[in-house]
């Protein structure tokens, strides 16, 4: 399984001409060796791989990390140019947007015959695709917050607290199996909806509130994210219509999706859409963004973004509309794309939900 991952670092070990790429991201550690702790580091040549950790995380990198060679170390960059001068490596690619500049000046020093060749955060791409082992995993998470939602909806009710809410969220989520939250999550009621990122407050919910509940869970590693609106009481008629829209835009979005499709041109369904409706000014950020061992990874769905959509990409779709001074509605839900479209990994119902 993670000697198919490493197969996605070739185009690296071509284009750039290195003999080992030397890695300091956990998360891409993580993804390349399976070592879950926080410190270590990884040196990987085409043909073979050496996982460095201090005495601390030893036994752990004994039952975590395959297909690499297990060095303990005392100092960290002195063991990693000991190994690059043993193995007579003379370029090797290092993660620069993960290395500090301090590291690189000792490593530079350390290792004067040899040529440290920066990769920018392209590197992190190697893990848009996700393997089947990932899939389930980000299946599972995703079920648990789900689930998790649904289960505490009956306490969403006016004069709750949406702190109070969000706790009791969060609570659920780890009674169903998750090991933590994947963010602060958003609870905006009323006009607090006008605020995309409107983590939750004091305010209490009152009735006819759409209430925006922004979620997550992470379990193995793995993050889920998901967003429903919904109605406490009736909502008002522009609710419904603005709802009605961003419903419309998330699912012409989802329809679309497939692979071969560029990722700005799916963001175009949904913005097209909120656009000729008349809403264009109140849909500022991205439709979409991968999920993995990050909340926020490869690829963005915007429309900036050069990404092709792939078989095997795990993303968000969540367009919204924000209007100030009255409220709004995103919908979101994380999907993995098939061989001819998309399969939603979040679970709650996106038809407006009135409690
Ligand atoms: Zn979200
Ligand atoms: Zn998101």
């Known amino acids: 399984m993670l000697k198919s991952r490493r197969v996605r670092l070739e185009r690296y070990f071509n284009s750039y001409n290195l003999d080992a790429i030397f890695f300091t991201n956990l998360l891409n550690i993580r993804y390349l060796c399976g070592f879950s702790g926080s410190?270590?580091?990884?040196?990987?040549?085409?043909?073979?791989?050496?996982?460095?950790c201090d005495s601390r995380y030893t036994t752990q990198a004994n039952t975590e990390v395959s297909d690499a060679v297990i060095r303990q170390f005392v100092v960290k960059l002195d063991a990693v140019a000991e190994l690059v001068s043993e193995q007579k490596f003379s370029r090797i690619g290092f993660e620069s947007a993960h290395?500090?500049?301090?590291?690189?000046?000792?490593?530079?020093?350390?290792?004067?015959?040899?040529?440290?060749?920066?990769?920018?955060?392209?590197?992190?791409?190697?893990?848009?695709?996700?393997?089947?082992?990932?899939?389930?995993?980000?299946?599972?998470?995703?079920?648990?917050?789900?689930?998790?939602?649904?289960?505490?909806?009956d306490r969403l009710t006016p004069g709750v607290r949406e702190t109070d809410f969000a706790r009791e969220l969060e609570f659920e989520m780890l009674r169903q199996g998750a090991s933590g939250r994947a963010f602060d999550f958003i609870v905006a009621s009323g006009e607090r909806g006008a605020m995309p990122h409107g983590r939750a407050s004091d305010k209490l919910i009152s009735a006819g509130d759409l209430v925006t509940i922004d979620f997550g869970a992470v379990k193995d590693g793995?993050?889920?994210?998901?967003?429903?609106?919904?109605?406490?009481?009736q909502p008002d008629a522009r609710s419904r219509e603005i709802y009605g829209i961003v419903k419309e835009a998330h699912d012409r979005a989802i329809a679309a999706i497939c692979p071969g499709i560029a990722c700005r041109d799916l963001d175009a369904v949904a913005r097209d859409f909120i656009r000729d409706s008349g809403y264009g000014d109140c849909?500022?950020?991205?439709?979409?963004?991968?999920?993995?061992?990050?909340?926020h990874e490869k690829p963005v769905i915007s429309p900036r973004s050069e990404a092709i959509v792939a078989e095997g990409m795990v993303f968000t779709i969540e367009p919204g509309?924000?209007?100030?001074?009255?409220?709004?509605?995103?919908?979101?839900?994380?999907?993995?794309?098939?061989?001819?479209?998309?399969?939603?990994?979040?679970?709650?119902?996106?038809?407006?939900?009135?409690?």
């Open 99 to 153: 290395t500090t500049v301090a590291d690189f000046r000792v490593l530079s020093e350390k290792l004067p015959g040899c040529e440290l060749v920066a990769i920018g955060v392209e590197l992190d791409q190697i893990r848009s695709l996700k393997d089947q082992h990932e899939i389930e995993r980000l299946q599972d998470v995703a079920s648990c917050a789900s689930s998790s939602l649904l289960a505490v909806l």
């Open 283 to 295: 849909f500022g950020h991205g439709l979409g963004h991968g999920v993995g061992l990050e909340i």
């Open 39 to 52: 410190e270590g580091a990884l040196l990987l040549s085409r043909g073979a791989g050496w996982f460095l």
């Open 321 to 355: 509309i924000y209007v100030p001074g009255f409220g709004g509605v995103r919908i979101e839900d994380t999907v993995v794309v098939t061989i001819n479209g998309c399969r939603l990994l979040t679970q709650v119902p996106k038809e407006l939900m009135i409690v």
């Open 222 to 233: 793995y993050y889920s994210d998901e967003t429903a609106t919904i109605a406490v009481g």
